[in-house]
């Protein structure tokens, strides 16, 4: 069964700092999802990596994705207040029936001046 | 477009009762899952549906049961309610097939009292 663990589970940053975040998962798959919850808020799509190698950039935001090390990564460049939330990974197992997102239990981040 | 509804947004009940919340995706799209979130498990997966059938489901009891209408349109249903089921509970839809991102609902947020 697939699990994907994200760590730490929070994470003060001091704005204007640069901080990488990491979420592993256990099994093969290669389609990995990135999302933004804010307090009491739904979630927001904000990456889909389809493929190995896969980068995406958005604002001060850019994911990546290693399927190999079955890892992927959310660096964050000169963090600022609008960057506190709770970020999920999810990745995807297509295995039949059972196909299905499976997330990590998130990562808050709480941005500092 | 319009985006994934939920209704309704707000639900206190009173343990025993049953309860029933529904769930609109995006136009086009086929498959609705259901997830319930907590501060001490994060999200879980509940079930999902595709063209009317129930495809996947997590690990939940018989108590929580859902169905989805040829117009996609899903709901679940918990009978007999438990303090322990108070939660966020979140409906994503997708388009099917092969593309797997999910959009989220704003969430039904259920208390028992």
């Known amino acids: 069964e697939l699990k994907v663990e994200q760590n730490p589970l929070f994470l003060s940053m001091q704005e204007g700092k640069n901080y990488t975040i990491y979420c592993n998962y256990s099994?093969?798959?290669?389609?990995l999802y990135w999302y933004r919850q804010d307090p009491g808020k739904s979630l927001e799509s904000l990456f889909v990596l389809l493929s190995n190698g896969a980068v995406k950039q958005e604002g001060r935001l850019m994911a990546s994705l290693d399927t190999k090390a079955r890892l992927s990564t959310l660096h964050i460049t000169a963090a600022v207040h609008d960057l506190s939330a709770t970020y999920f990974c999810a990745a995807f197992s297509f295995t039949g029936a059972n196909s299905k997102l499976t997330f990590g239990k998130g990562i808050t981040l709480s941005v500092r001046p | 477009k319009a985006g994934v509804t939920q209704t309704p947004r707000y639900l206190i009940k009173t343990r025993g009762q049953q309860v029933t919340l529904s769930c609109s995706p995006i136009s086009g799209h086929r498959s609705v899952s259901w997830y319930q979130q907590t501060p001490g498990q994060g999200l879980q997966f509940l079930f999902e549906?595709?063209?009317?059938?129930?495809?996947n489901k997590g690990n939940f009891p018989g108590r929580f049961s859902g169905r989805q209408f040829s117009n996609s349109r899903s709901e679940m249903n918990v009978s007999t309610l438990e303090l322990g089921d108070s939660a966020l509970y979140l409906c994503?839809?997708?388009?099917?097939?092969?593309?797997?991102?999910?959009?989220f609902g704003q969430g039904t947020r259920l208390t028992v009292v």
């Open positions: 099994t093969t798959s290669d389609r």
């Open positions: 994503a839809s997708t388009r099917g097939g092969t593309d797997t991102e999910a959009f």
């Open positions: 549906y595709f063209s009317e059938t129930q495809r």
